[in-house]
């Protein structure tokens, strides 16, 4: 295996160094206590200049860890394609394994590929698993806002077409009221030349006359009612066609501005080097927006106290090629499904023969960042097999996952599990927010909070601050809610600052500011910054 160094006075020509030609080379790179295994973007461009292709050494780096006789900590960076392999290689070092990190772009980076193994991290103390999406992290980190989007354009475009039908139709009864004029129009001047010259003829008898005359008089008078109703029937239709045509414009304007709106707030969070080009964009939205195709229905019987009582499940096909199948539980189904463990380890077992025997008993750190289809329920199981007193700092962002109902059940697990958190940051649901005083309460240790959510939608915890403020950890240093979504009024947010200026032992706190903040909201923020409560 060659590993690049970049030496002061060579930095631009680089250095290629054989570590197998070193002396001794053999023993010491089997007592390797801790490794980082890093594909840098300097080597990257080197590799790429001299046109070699194959530039990930996975079976170098496979072998220099079945070579190890003491390995405690490893992290790779973007260093290979095969994490299955690394994975199984690493799962023989488990004696002496305590610490693994690995990032990178692989689609293969999963949970998953530690539950295929057999269960042997039992001593595992810290676990990382981060998948970069893209290079250039593009608006695809958000899947649920760009099926928002997409449903926003289908809405609108269905709605332009049925008022284009619908002026359509006015457009034709119109016309047809105008032929009815014309025809009116037509049939009095043939009435009017009648009577002219059948007046004519009885010119003779005056009196004959005078009925004709009459007759004539009232012929002329009814035609012209006939005619000032059906104009003013059309004016009538006419009006309201303007009316409905302007709500329409009205309604499209208000989509189009908040839609704006919501990708400017969204644009913001990410950080694009350079422009994705369209194929990149429709291939993203194919695989995040998933249609129901399926009418099945899957039934799972359970021991619950109450007889005969069933869970329902609805499976549904996605549009991947993925074998996997959405499930989605309804609120009751939901909770009737969290009261009973037992059933739930078994049908999470039905997913993984691994999971019920899967044990991270020293676990004390778990990182997960995961951008390819998740089930959330591994990772409900997997809270569920810690000692959650020795948990202290856990993140687990799933951005697209098959199962998203069960954001808060993740999250009550986490709460009644976890007592000795000193970090979170965590995707949540809009529901999962009356949890957070709960969250503050078990977990007073807490050191760093950051609740996220991937709806991009307004959403008020004024309330929830107001609760909060009592309860905040004393050792709380960051906290972080919503940026993206999330407001607050500033008289929620005035009580909650003076909470934290009484109770917190170390200030400032870091606040994370969001980012649908009114101005008088923005007051408070520089009052308690200028105070030295808080930074942002």
């Known amino acids: 295996m060659k590993v690049m160094e970049f030496f002061p006075p060579y930095e631009e020509q680089g250095q290629f160094v054989d570590l197998i030609t070193l002396p001794k080379s053999s023993d010491f790179l089997a007592r390797l206590q801790k490794f980082t295994f890093s594909f840098t973007s300097q080597l990257s461009k080197r590799i790429q200049d001299i046109e070699i292709l194959d530039v990930l050494d996975n079976e170098g780096l496979v072998a220099l860890i079945n070579a190890q006789t003491n390995l405690y900590d490893i992290k790779l960076i973007e260093g290979t394609s095969e994490i299955p392999k690394v994975i199984l290689a690493l799962s023989k070092k488990s004696d002496t394994l305590r610490k693994v990190y690995i990032t990178g772009y692989s689609a293969t980076t999963s949970v998953d590929s530690f539950f295929q193994q057999p269960p042997n991290f039992e001593n595992l103390e810290e676990l990382s698993l981060i998948q970069f999406s893209t290079r250039n992290k593009p608006l695809y980190h958000y899947p649920d806002f760009l099926v928002h989007r997409t449903r926003l354009v289908q809405f609108l475009q269905q709605t332009a077409q049925q008022a284009q039908q619908?002026?359509?139709?006015?457009?034709?009864?119109?016309?047809?009221?105008?032929?009815?004029?014309?025809?009116?129009?037509?049939?009095?001047?043939?009435?009017?030349?009648?009577?002219?010259?059948?007046?004519?003829i009885q010119s003779h008898n005056p009196r004959a006359s005078t009925q004709l005359q009459t007759a004539l008089q009232q012929l002329q008078q009814t035609n012209q009612q006939q005619l000032q109703q059906t104009s003013q029937q059309l004016l009538t239709q006419q009006q309201q066609l303007n009316q409905q045509l302007q709500q329409l414009q009205q309604l499209i304007n208000q989509q189009q501005t908040t839609n704006q709106q919501q990708t400017i707030q969204t644009t913001q969070t990410v950080q694009t080097t350079q422009p994705i080009n369209q194929q990149q964009q429709q291939s993203t939205q194919t695989i995040t927006y998933r249609t129901k195709s399926s009418d099945e229905t899957c039934n799972f019987s359970t021991n619950h106290r109450t007889s005969n009582s069933t869970i329902s499940f609805n499976a549904t096909n996605t549009s991947t090629t993925s074998s996997?199948?959405?499930?989605?539980?309804?609120?009751?189904?939901?909770?009737?499904?969290?009261?009973?463990?037992?059933?739930?380890?078994?049908?999470?077992?039905?997913?993984?023969?691994?999971?019920?025997?899967?044990?991270?008993?020293?676990?004390?750190?778990?990182?997960?960042?995961?951008?390819?289809?998740?089930?959330?329920?591994?990772?409900?199981?997997?809270?569920?097999?810690?000692?959650?007193?020795?948990?202290e700092e856990l993140v687990?962002?799933?951005?697209?996952?098959?199962?998203?109902?069960?954001?808060?059940?993740?999250?009550?697990?986490?709460?009644?599990?976890?007592?000795?958190?000193?970090?979170?940051?965590?995707?949540?649901?809009?529901?999962?927010?009356?949890?957070i005083p709960q969250l503050f309460s078990n977990c007073m240790k807490l050191e760093s909070v950051n609740l996220d959510t991937v709806k991009i939608e307004p959403w008020d915890i004024s309330e929830i601050l107001y609760n909060l403020g009592d309860i905040v950890p004393m050792k709380l240093k960051n906290l972080s809610l919503g940026e993206f979504s999330w407001k607050y009024s500033d008289d929620?947010?005035?009580?909650?600052?003076?909470?934290?200026?009484?109770?917190?032992?170390?200030?400032?706190?870091?606040?994370?500011?969001?980012?649908?903040l009114e101005d008088r909201v923005l007051k408070v923020f520089y009052e308690f910054i200028s105070n030295g409560v808080i930074e942002v």
């Open 396 to 435: 687990i962002k799933l951005f697209n996952t098959y199962d998203s109902d069960n954001y808060p059940i993740l999250f009550t697990t986490i709460i009644e599990n976890c007592p000795k958190l000193k970090r979170i940051d965590l995707i949540v649901s809009n529901d999962s927010i009356l949890q």
């Open 166 to 200: 619908r002026y359509q139709q006015l457009q034709q009864q119109q016309q047809n009221l105008q032929q009815q004029i014309q025809q009116h129009q037509i049939a009095l001047q043939q009435q009017q030349v009648y009577l002219q010259q059948t007046m004519r």
């Open 324 to 391: 996997r199948s959405i499930i989605t539980f309804t609120t009751n189904e939901r909770q009737l499904f969290y009261q009973n463990l037992q059933d739930y380890n078994q049908q999470l077992s039905s997913l993984n023969p691994n999971l019920n025997d899967l044990n991270y008993s020293n676990l004390r750190k778990l990182e997960i960042e995961l951008y390819n289809g998740q089930y959330i329920q591994q990772y409900i199981s997997l809270i569920l097999n810690v000692n959650g007193n020795l948990m």
């Open 492 to 516: 929620a947010l005035y009580y909650f600052f003076n909470c934290c200026d009484e109770r917190l032992e170390f200030k400032p706190l870091q606040f994370g500011v969001g980012h649908l």
